[in-house]
């Protein structure tokens, strides 16, 4: 069975600090994929980056990057230099690759960031 | 705007009512999923449904039904609620009816429920 936990419930920064917000998966499926989901005040799930089992490069877009590690079963997210609109709650996701997969999710961080 | 579309954004409702959500999606997808996220707790997946089946009923309780006249198309008609069925309702829309499987939801902003 497919199983997400992030163990961080709420942070809270002042703006331009850096935050890593941590994801440990668990999974028997050699594929399978991660995800990432910010969710603003507004409600929307708003989708930040998808990755695959196969693909252990990190990645970096603007101020975000992520790093996925394998030996550890964790997919971290940092923010650099945080500002006030990166405030939300921040859902981590794994999908297994077999047919009828569904997402599983995190119970989300809630990040607040304070000017 | 995010390609899927809840209606209406907010929606304050009666024990003895009876009301309907809809979500929109011209994204070509075909699978769709109702979830349910309450105050405090981790986002519940209610139901499912690839090419209009539904395929998945995660034990709701039958005061929510749930309809798909057709691929672009999701309701989720309410009656005789629970103040304690007060939450976020999202909808969302994902490419493959394998839903997941690398492809990921895209979802919509939701219709906040109250009941009184």
């Known amino acids: 069975a497919q199983k997400v936990t992030q163990a961080q419930t709420e942070i809270s920064v002042v703006e331009k600090e850096d935050v890593t917000l941590d994801c440990v998966y668990e999974?028997?499926?050699?594929?399978?994929?991660l995800f990432w989901y910010k969710q603003p005040p507004s409600g929307e799930l708003v989708f930040l980056i998808r990755?695959?089992?196969?693909?252990?490069q990190n990645e970096i877009s603007g101020r975000y990057s992520w790093n996925f590690q394998k030996s550890t079963s964790s997919f971290n997210f940092t923010i650099t230099a945080s500002q006030v609109v990166d405030s939300a709650v921040y859902f981590c996701?794994?999908?297994?690759?077999?047919?009828?997969?569904?997402?599983?999710f995190g119970k989300g961080i809630t990040l607040s960031v304070r000017p | 705007e995010t390609g899927v579309t809840q209606t209406p954004r907010h929606l304050v409702m009666g024990m003895t009512n009876k009301k309907s959500l809809k979500c929109e999606q011209h994204?070509?997808?075909?699978?769709m999923y109702w979830y349910k996220q309450s105050a405090k707790k981790p986002l519940e997946l209610m139901f499912v449904?690839?090419?209009?089946?539904?395929?998945e009923n995660n034990s709701v309780p039958s005061r929510f039904s749930p309809e798909c006249p057709n691929s672009s198309h999701l309701f989720l008609h309410l009656h005789t609620l629970q103040p304690e069925d007060s939450a976020l309702y999202l909808c969302?829309?994902?490419?493959?009816?394998?839903?997941?499987?690398?492809?990921?939801?895209?979802f919509g902003s939701g219709t906040r429920l109250t009941v009184v």
């Open positions: 449904y690839n090419f209009k089946e539904q395929t």
């Open positions: 969302a829309s994902s490419l493959l009816s394998t839903g997941g499987s690398g492809y990921g939801y895209t």
């Open positions: 994204l070509g997808h075909n699978a």
């Open positions: 996701a794994l999908s297994e690759g077999g047919a009828n997969s569904k997402l599983t």
């Open positions: 999974t028997r499926d050699t594929t399978y994929y």
């Open positions: 990755r695959n089992s196969f693909d252990e």
